[in-house]
């Protein structure tokens, strides 16, 4: 290998915390060649992107301290001067964010954002930065750069404001691009966009990348080689194909089995429980197979027909209403005992809004949902009390799922007690129980939630949904937020609950993979529609309508030898659920293509870029 | 299904050190080193008019000729007046108004400002748009003139109704409160809107609670931290619009001495003098900015995201 | 934009009448009544006292009257003053200009003391200059404006007799000397109200900076190579200020409160000093009067504000 661009070595990174100074970085050493991509991989507090903010001195100096070497083309950073370091920033050093929506300052034009780096260093005047920025957005294929150069970033989508970030990255041809999970916090089509993006720009430029991400498909889809990030060290590194093939290092295995990976479950019509591997041992343990839980000869457990919910828009100066937000659009489905029906889609298809109109957490416009026959939507407010006792919810964020004021017990046990079903001593033990039943020992009940890690609370959360014995479990990216080996944990414990409960689970996913592995049956969703359901091997496996085989194309896997080449993937956005007051939704057409397989028939618009993608 | 315990258990360490939420917020209240020493100190100023009477028992209406305009000496601590009446009683004496103008008016805009903010945070429809409208309304008062034109009306009838010094008080304390509970109210609505929305209260509302049941175990317990603080902020806001109105000799009466009353007899006699103004300004000024400090230390306590 | 400002115009209208509405609910249900005087002379006979009433129509339902006194303020007639003898609103506009004055500069004063010690406090939280900074501003905003007034009359006027401590609107002379003795007899009015307010100003920069200084935009503009000052000032300044104008809106009732107090210390002959002189002299017009032109400035100024907001925040033309 020639000489590296970019040399890390022994990288330490000390965080004062309440007058203690706590060490988060014990020494990581890698490097990046010429043109080289190279992915620091971790779970969330591993210490990757302390590492990339440590590289370019972007941590607040009065609380952090940084130790070990960096060499950049040669120089040393670390005890580079401040001028010194302000002339590597945003010129051979560029670096773009996770969020896309809060990296741009919100009062200045994206043309002069972008155009700032130039004149910083090159001098350039203002006209001519902007010309030149304007350059850049073409590049970054940005529809009509031109008319947008003058726009105010919150004129943009996620997106294309990662997008712009981009250009100004690129601004002053940099020799390295430091990414910093530039694609988390966009949906799977964008993202592979994105992605794209960053390698064709990578090849023009001749620059070297180093990625910073969370997400083993993004790694083999990107990376020539992976450092593996663990309790603030480097465990492993090497070339990302054997990181893949023949992991060395314990934790390294533990993480990859239980990636998810889209593909794995042809040829299974069940749900399959994630392998366990030990983090420090690197033992596997036993995988039991999981048990048919569907009872598919009862009646459905719920029953959803023609759920339409719209929300108005208002603006002006009388707040008339403008427009109309069809979040859900007649959608029907129905949910046996012990089935999981996973509901899949980006955001704003109007998944969520679909669970939570089923709960009446949010009042429907119309349709009907029939739990165990009743129907909810005619129910008085105190009935509708009573019914939601048998269908509970599971956020996303377990963070703000739990009552900060409220023992993690007391959380538990309030289901119970507010419905007068036990007395106060009885719901104690009964939470006692159920956490014991989610894998948590029963002492933790008199814990608060911060003191427990994201998976825990989740688990807690379950309980907490658990203990009115409820028939339905509305789990709304439930897994989503979570690293990947606790997400498996999750995962497992949620597929042993079904089987012995007999729960029906309908999952709220934007996962893919984890929606493979879990569910029976699986129903896309697209600007509020239902676009295709059938069971799960049906829909990934034979995909019949555009937008599921975009939406299954998009998703990276994470296996290097299947790597694709995406060029020529599309730059249309998601588009908006918004319609005018006076929208009349169309009348749609299904077709079944195999047994309970049932596809929306799709008109013209779909004949064009989207085709284009799933060809390519 | 009790005791069955699955095959997944949680491979995550369980958590250390138990602390709830109550001593957390103490031991990060204690790190504010002003706002302990502001604790002390106010601690001192309301133990002294409650209890300094009996430590200092002179009588506040003493008219002594000989001892006019003295300053601070072993007989009188803090001097006297232009009348030779002790300072050091009528301060003790008029700082228990003081203080339970500030504490009382506090209790009054909160509770306004509570239950105005929690109806206009939970209601969806035309309550919240309605009530905002007047607590911005009230927002562009010109406070202090509107204190003064009410008292300027009102001030007789209520004599008559409570007698002087009850009068006055109820007129004053109600006053200031009805004029200060919006910021309050806005706070209390802004933390209902953000908590209504919260998975856990979504969580609790799936569970078939209550609306009631949502604003007393859920909403407001996590809406008050913001509140208390706000709450502290007012104490000391009531205080200083007291001052001002006793100042500006539309307050209380010469007969009860509240600290500012005692500024405004005395800024005409500043060249010879200055003790009269100086130690019932520094009494206000050490209360008002000891609570300053104290709902600092609070905000710190309650809201660690939060740094002001 | 223009919309904006169309919306916000519209709303200062009904704050503006229901400002008015309360003022006047206030005074009609206060006890006794404007012709109290009047009321009390032995030498009214009770007809002629009852042909005023009726004249003046009293005893008319309070929304009539309401709209009757409306009407006749938009039409500029504010009444008589029975202090002094003249027409309210000549009264007013005679003094309107040295409040307007002493409250502009000391809201000037307040601005830029705050905005660059808020900002650069901010730079580096709980550095030692920031804990003065911020200790300050505390002490600051505690200090009640009439005690800081005394202060400075004590140790200025009194000890060192540096400046005078009465203010005269129409002193006499010309030239420089007159334009400096001026100054001086503004330094302590515009002083005391101006630090008063900078202290609390200081606090809201610089928690508002603070809050930017944490968003991504930040580091994104670090990442680019721009200096500190840059950074703090192209994109950390624009974006803190735009919630402290907010906030500084809010304070401006508080300002005009500080305003009377610091007219009546210093005997400025403001529109707060009549106020509260016409209190004390039963003057019942120009007490109301008085009163709804602070109404009128707070909504004024509230509505300056509100486009200054429109001008800082791109994204507001949206809304």
Redo the contacts between chains.
């Keep these: 290998m020639a000489d590296p661009v970019l040399s890390v070595r022994d990288l330490t990174a000390s965080f004062r915390t309440e007058g203690r100074w706590r060490e988060v970085l014990h020494g990581v050493s890698f490097d990046v060649g010429p043109r080289e991509t190279v992915a620091l991989v971790g779970e969330s507090g591993s210490g990757k992107s302390v590492s990339a903010m440590a590289i370019l001195r972007l941590l607040p100096r009065d609380s952090c301290r940084v130790g070990g070497s960096v060499r950049f083309d040669g120089r040393e950073l670390l005890s580079a001067s401040d001028a010194e370091m302000r002339r590597v920033r945003g010129d051979s050093v560029a670096m773009i964010f996770q969020e896309p929506m809060t990296s741009l300052n919100p009062v200045l034009t994206i043309g002069f954002q972008i155009a700032e780096a130039l004149i910083q260093h090159r001098g350039l005047s203002r006209s001519a930065a902007e010309a030149e920025a304007l350059r850049l957005l073409d590049k970054v294929r940005i529809p009509a750069a031109r008319t947008r150069l003058h726009e105010y970033p919150h004129r943009f989508s996620g997106g294309m404001r990662q997008r712009v970030m981009i250009a100004m990255a690129l601004a002053c041809r940099p020799k390295l691009l430091i990414a910093d999970e530039p694609t988390t916090a966009l949906d799977v089509t964008i993202q592979a966009q994105i992605l794209d993006l960053i390698k064709s720009l990578q090849d023009d430029e001749g620059m070297s990348v180093l990625f910073i991400t969370h997400d083993m498909g993004v790694v083999a889809e990107i990376a020539d080689r992976t450092v593996v990030v663990y309790r603030g060290r480097a465990v492993e590194a090497g070339p990302t194909a054997r990181i893949f093939d023949a992991p060395a290092e314990p934790y390294t295995r533990a993480l990859l089995a239980a990636v998810p990976r889209l593909g794995a479950m042809a040829g299974r019509s069940r749900p399959l429980r994630f392998p366990v591997v030990d983090r420090d041992t690197g033992a596997e343990g036993a995988m039991p197979e999981t048990p048919d839980t569907v009872r598919a000869a009862e009646r459905p457990v719920l029953e959803v027909r023609d759920l339409t919910t719209r929300f108005d828009i208002r603006s002006g100066l009388f707040g008339r209403v403008t427009g109309r937000i069809h979040a859900v659009e007649r959608v029907s489905f129905s949910v046996a005992a012990g089935e999981t029906l996973a509901l899949v889609g980006e955001s704003g298809c109007g998944k969520s809004t679909t669970g939570r109109s089923i709960l009446r957490l949010i009042e429907p416009l119309s349709g009907s949902v029939l739990l165990d026959g009743e129907d909810v939507m005619a129910l008085d407010p105190k009935a509708l009390r009573v019914r939601r006792q048998r269908m509970q919810m599971i956020f996303q964020d377990p963070f703000a799922s739990l009552d900060p004021r409220m023992s993690v017990g007391a959380a538990v046990a309030e289901p119970l007690l507010i419905n007068r079903l036990a007395t106060r001593r009885e719901a104690r033990q009964r939470a006692e129980d159920l956490l014991a039943k989610v894998g948590l020992s029963p002492e933790t009940a008199n814990r608060f939630p911060h003191e427990f890690s994201g998976g825990q609370r989740q688990r807690i959360c379950i309980a907490r949904a658990l203990a009115l014995k409820p028939r339905l479990i509305v789990a709304d990216e439930a897994v989503s937020a979570l690293d990947v080996s606790v997400k498996a944990q999750v995962v497992n414990l949620m597929l042993d609950l079904q089987a012995d409960m007999g729960l029906a689970y309908l999952m709220i996913s934007h996962d893919m993979a984890v929606v493979e592995r879990m569910s029976h049956r699986v129903a896309v969703m697209y600007l509020g529609e239902i676009v295709e359901i059938g069971p799960r091997a049906a829909v990934f496996g034979d995909p019949q309508h555009p937008y599921t085989r975009k939406l299954l194309a998009a998703v990276p896997v994470p296996d290097p030898a299947r790597r694709r080449d995406r060029h020529g993937l599309a730059d249309d956005e998601i588009r908006s659920p918004i319609r005018a007051p006076d929208h009349v939704a169309p009348e749609r057409h299904y077709r079944e293509v195999s047994p309970g397989h049932v596809v929306q028939l799709w008109g013209a618009d779909w004949a064009g870029p989207a085709a284009r993608d799933v060809a390519a | ?12 360490a ?8 109550g001593r957390e917020t103490w031991r990060r209240f204690r ?1 504010h080193r ?1 706002a302990l020493a502001s604790v002390a100190v106010l601690a001192v100023l309301v133990m002294g008019v409650l209890v300094g009477g009996l430590v200092w028992p002179v009588a506040i209406d003493d008219i002594d000729f000989a001892a006019q305009l003295q300053g601070p000496s072993w007989d009188h601590p803090f001097g006297t007046d232009d009348l030779g009446q002790d300072l050091l009683a009528r301060m003790i004496s008029g700082g228990r108004i003081s203080l339970a103008v500030g504490f009382v008016a506090m209790a009054v805009a909160s509770v306004i400002g509570i239950v105005v903010g929690a109806l206009a945070g939970m209601s969806r429809r035309l309550l919240d748009p309605a009530l905002m ?1 007047l607590t ?2 009230f ?8 204190l ?3 008292i ?3 001030r ?2 209520l004599k008559a109704v409570f007698g002087v010094q009850g009068g006055v008080f109820v007129m004053i304390v109600a006053v200031i409160g009805g004029l200060r509970w919006m910021p309050v109210a806005r706070l209390v609505r802004a933390q209902f809107l953000t908590l209504r929305e ?3 209260v ?9 609306t009631g ?1 949502l604003v007393r ?2 909403i407001l ?2 809406a008050l931290g913001p509140v208390i603080v706000a709450a502290s902020i007012e104490v ?1 806001a009531a205080i ?1 619009a007291e ?2 109105l006793s ?4 307050g209380f009466p010469p007969d009860i001495p509240t600290w ?1 009353r005692l ?1 405004f007899d ?2 005409d006699h ?2 010879v003098a ?1 003790h009269w ?1 100086l130690f019932p ?1 520094a009494a ?2 050490l209360t ?2 000891s609570i ?2 104290i709902g ?1 230390g609070l905000r710190d306590a309650l809201d660690p995201r ?3 | 934009m223009g919309a904006y400002i169309l919306r916000r115009l519209l709303i200062a209208i009904p704050s503006l009448l229901g400002i008015s509405l309360i003022l006047f609910v206030v005074l009609a249900l206060a006890p006794g009544d404007p012709f109290g005087e009047l009321a009390a002379n032995p030498n009214v006979p009770p007809e002629v006292r009852a042909a005023l009433r009726v004249k003046f129509g009293l005893d008319d339902p309070i929304l009539t009257r309401y709209l009757r006194w409306l009407v006749a303020m938009l039409h500029g007639d504010w009444g008589f003053s029975f202090a002094s003898r003249v027409n309210v609103d000549t009264l007013i506009l005679q003094r309107l200009p040295t409040t307007l004055f002493v409250v502009g500069s000391s809201q000037v004063l307040a601005l830029l003391v705050a905005v660059p010690v808020g900002l650069y406090a901010a730079r580096r939280p709980y550095s030692l200059a920031d804990q003065v900074a911020n200790t300050l501003a505390f002490v600051g905003f505690s200090l009640p404006t009439f005690f800081t007034g005394l202060l400075f009359i004590l140790l200025f006027s009194i000890k060192l007799g540096w400046l005078p401590f009465v203010y005269q609107a129409d002193l006499p002379g010309s030239g420089l000397a007159w334009v400096w003795a001026n100054v001086r007899q503004a330094i302590m009015p515009v002083a005391v109200l101006g630090f008063f307010q900078a202290a609390s100003y200081t606090r809201y920069v610089r928690a508002s900076a603070l809050d930017v200084a944490r968003l991504d935009y930040v580091t994104t503009a670090r990442a680019k190579g721009l200096t500190e000052g840059t950074v703090t000032r192209r994109h950390v300044a624009r974006n803190a200020l735009i919630p402290v104008v907010t906030l500084v809106a809010l304070q401006i009732p508080a300002v005009f409160g500080g305003a009377i107090v610091t007219e009546q210390i210093f005997r400025i002959p403001g529109i707060g000093s009549l106020l509260i002189d016409a209190m004390l002299s039963n003057d019942t017009p120009v007490v109301m009067a008085v009163t709804f032109v602070f109404a009128a400035l707070v909504i004024l100024f509230n509505l300056v504000a509100d486009l200054l907001y429109g001008w800082l925040d791109p994204r507001i033309a949206l809304r």
Excluded: C
């Design positions: 299904m009790a005791g069955s315990t699955l095959a997944s258990p949680s491979v995550e369980p958590p250390r050190a138990p602390a709830s939420p790190r002003l409208w911005d309304l927002l562009s008062l010109p406070q202090l003139p509107l003064l034109l009410v300027y009306l009102f007789d009838t919260k998975e856990f979504e969580a609790a509302r799936s569970q078939g609670a209550t049941h175990r859920h317990p996590n000391s200083i001052s001002t100042f500006l000799g539309l500012g500024l005395a800024k500043l060249d200055p103004a300004g206000i000024f008002v900015l300053n400090f600092d939060r740094v002001l």
